[in-house]
């Protein structure tokens, strides 16, 4: 037991110093904020009809914690799903594989790992609805146990949850890499959506009663439950501020708490049972986990290297202190060619970025780019939200691929870093416009040329976003966490958040993002992105 604990707790110590770790949380605490808003706001969270509850301690705890407990199960499972990976990247897993630990001690100290880190975000949301509720003023008078005990009672049991998927999902090759990140932000949208529903397993995300207690306390005071409207949670605009009623908190039967606990023993059954399968890394109990994220080939290397009739110097030392030369005089050379040194660099960046995908991937593209032109009305929009959905893997290789696969060192001795960035974005802005060509070509045929604007500065703005977030992050899953959302914000007809001018006005004219705004978004993106490859080889 104690060596579990020293596991786990080197693991969370590991985990919370992690960019990602702060990116989430800040977040997180942004949400919280978001969650309570002032009397004058013109959005709410949580409301029940046009009511909504008094800034107390109990309403506040719930609406902070439920939005919480929805945020984190997204964006936390990213945090924590790369535990077994990292340790089999860094080699520590070999290490492992020596010792006598078991596997379920493994993974029951990775799953407690997750579960730390997830609850050290409640603690810091704990604190941020005490400062909402100080700051709002409604009610100043604090009640600890009704702050704190919707954290325990709903949000700790679905960061359990998201923490026993999260190793499951590692666990099962199929959902290793980015197709379980997709699989995992669909089954959150059930989760979040069905959830809410009496009828859903293990009473879902805990909801169902919570309701049941709001509307008892509304009765009480004299409110009328069908003129008042019906319950809702999520980001709702509103048009006037809500009327409040006094919230004395939720008081838990026996069956809602047997509940809760069945859901925390689901979550380590998900943690646990991978030891059915999962050889610790040790290589004579079958196959070992492979990297998580592709490697370049030998000649797809040499062509960005020698794009500029250039190389690598001559002479460098590698970590073990054996010279870097000397370990790729067997590997094979390029030619020098006479040509555009450009054109060659860009085709090798477009081949690294394709490098790998499957025969039926291109034949969703033909799919669509066939029918796209012959849709009209609400089809062709929506054929245009699939376009831009299908490249999402592709797309998140863009500033991380070359980190993951480990030529970094290579591609830095290269002398124009940034015509290789900038090359790096054309492949991806190229295959961008090869995914949605269907409706652009729609759009043209039908004299759009307002959705072709939308279209164009679209796919100017996704490989610019991609490529960001690969590099500051050098890894995809923060890209892929970052634009699932704002995708299925566009398919959700939120107007504001849509990029791809997929939503339209009664008259035909895109609603969402202003093209200029989104042009210039696009062009200070890539700025932050040229600053941080020329801060990164400053400190090298």
């Not at 499957?358 to 699939?386: D, K, M």
């Not at 591609?411 to 409706?439: D, H, K, N, Q």
């Not at 989104?518 to 400053?538: D, E, G, K, Q």
């Amino acid at each position: 037991m104690s060596r579990l604990l020293r596991l786990a707790t080197a693991d969370f110590r590991d985990r919370v110093r992690r960019p990602a770790y702060v990116v989430i949380l800040c977040a997180a605490v942004g949400l919280g904020h978001l969650a309570t808003p002032g009397a004058d706001a013109g959005w709410v969270v949580m409301q029940v009809g046009t009511y909504r509850g008094e800034y107390n301690s109990a309403y506040i705890g719930m609406v902070v914690a439920l939005a919480s407990a929805m945020w984190l199960s997204l964006g936390g499972f990213y945090v924590v799903r790369d535990a077994i990976a990292r340790d089999h990247g860094t080699g520590v897993g070999r290490l492992l594989a020596t010792t006598p630990l078991r596997t379920t001690a493994y993974l029951a100290a990775k799953f407690l790992s997750s579960v730390l880190v997830l609850a050290s975000m409640l603690g810091v949301l704990v604190l941020t609805a005490l400062f909402m509720q100080l700051a709002r003023g409604e009610v100043t008078a604090v009640d600890p146990v009704a702050l704190v005990s919707p954290f325990v009672l709903i949000a700790l049991p679905l960061m359990a949850f998201t923490a026993g998927a999260a190793l499951l999902f590692e666990a099962i090759p199929l959902l290793r890499a980015g197709f379980g990140n997709i699989v995992w932000f669909f089954g959150w949208m059930y989760l979040a959506v069905g959830g809410q529903s009496g009828d859903a397993p293990l009473g879902g995300i805990g909801v169902h009663d919570v309701v049941r207690s709001l509307t008892r306390d509304m009765t009480a005071q004299g409110v009328d439950l069908v003129k008042a409207g019906e319950f809702s949670l999520g980001l709702t605009m509103i048009d006037a501020p809500l009327t409040t009623f006094v919230w004395h908190g939720f008081d838990p039967d026996a069956g809602y708490l047997t509940s809760r606990l069945a859901i925390v023993v689901l979550a380590v059954t998900l943690a646990l049972v991978p030891a059915l399968w999962f050889p610790r890394f040790d290589p004579s109990r079958g196959r070992q986990l492979g990297k998580p994220t592709a490697s370049l080939s030998a000649d797809n290397t040499s062509t960005l290297l020698s794009a500029d009739n250039t190389s690598a110097p001559p002479h460098t030392t590698t970590t073990s202190g054996t010279s870097a030369s000397a370990s790729f005089a067997s590997a094979p050379r390029t030619p020098v060619e006479l040509g555009s040194s450009t054109l060659r660099l860009l085709t090798g960046q477009t081949r690294v970025l394709l490098q790998g995908i499957p025969r039926w991937w291109w034949g969703g593209v033909v799919t669509v780019t066939g029918v796209s032109p012959l849709a009209t009305g609400t089809a062709a929009h929506y054929l245009l939200i699939l376009a831009w959905i299908w490249p999402v893997l592709i797309w998140s290789r863009l500033g991380a691929q070359s980190h993951g696969s480990g030529v970094d060192s290579l591609l830095g001795a290269y002398p124009s870093a940034r015509r290789r960035i900038a090359a790096e974005w054309l492949a991806g802005f190229l295959l961008t416009a090869v995914s949605g060509l269907g409706p652009a070509v729609r759009m043209a045929v039908g004299a759009d040329g307002k959705g072709l604007v939308h279209w164009s500065v679209a796919a100017l703005a996704i490989p610019s976003l991609a490529l960001l977030l690969g590099t500051v992050s050098h890894s995809p899953r923060l890209f892929q966490v970052t634009y699932l959302p704002l995708w299925f914000a566009t398919v959700n007809g939120i107007a504001p958040l849509d990029y791809m001018g997929a939503l339209r006005t009664a008259d035909g004219t895109p609603a969402g993002m202003p093209p200029l705004f989104l042009l210039t978004v696009t062009a200070a993106m890539l700025t932050l992105t040229f600053l941080t490859h020329a801060a990164r080889r400053a400190a090298s």
